[in-house]
């Protein structure tokens, strides 16, 4: 049953086109991750805050995905990470038209 | 540009087939509201925390639905709410199969 990953951690730019240049081989990178479905990559310039709302196949995937990911962010310098996982109940997600998988 | 709306809370349940039972005629509704593209709702029984992630065509739409969700979230006795808004960076999650909108 696929399992949603909440990540965002104060961020300071680059934002936007800037950003989708930096971060095109990171993305290409996580879209070989195993167990992913799809990743949206969230940016609030306002707030200062990034991060990233994964669907993933199973908890397993996830979890190991979330442990690199936090340890990768730590090491670009962001202060923190917010994590947080959630099974997606799929018969409501299905009546708000929801992408959320099986 | 779509913007995506995450919300999560405390939640003592009811978890799973039995909160989609009880919350169907809600979902019903959500899938009714102005600029709503898609909610995926969240569930973490262990966590006892609930929420969803939504996307709306345009920040208006989701700053008007957070204002009327966290109201009603409250008046069902959730403690607290925790929202943020961001907008999609569309290139970076395209790469990673993400079903984010225009």
Known sequence: MSVLLQVDFPYAGPWGDTMSEAMRELAESIARE???????????????EAGGIYLFA??????????MHRARLLGFGVPRVNAKLFDVNQTLSAIDRAPAGE
Chains 1, 2 share one sequence.
């Not at 195993?34 to 200062?48: F, H, M, S, V, Y």
């Not at 199973?58 to 442990?67: F, G, K, M, N, Q």
């Open 34 to 48: 195993p167990g992913l479905q799809w990743k949206i990559w969230t940016e609030n310039r306002d707030a200062g």
């Open 58 to 67: 199973d908890r397993t995937s996830a979890e190991a995905y979330l442990r």
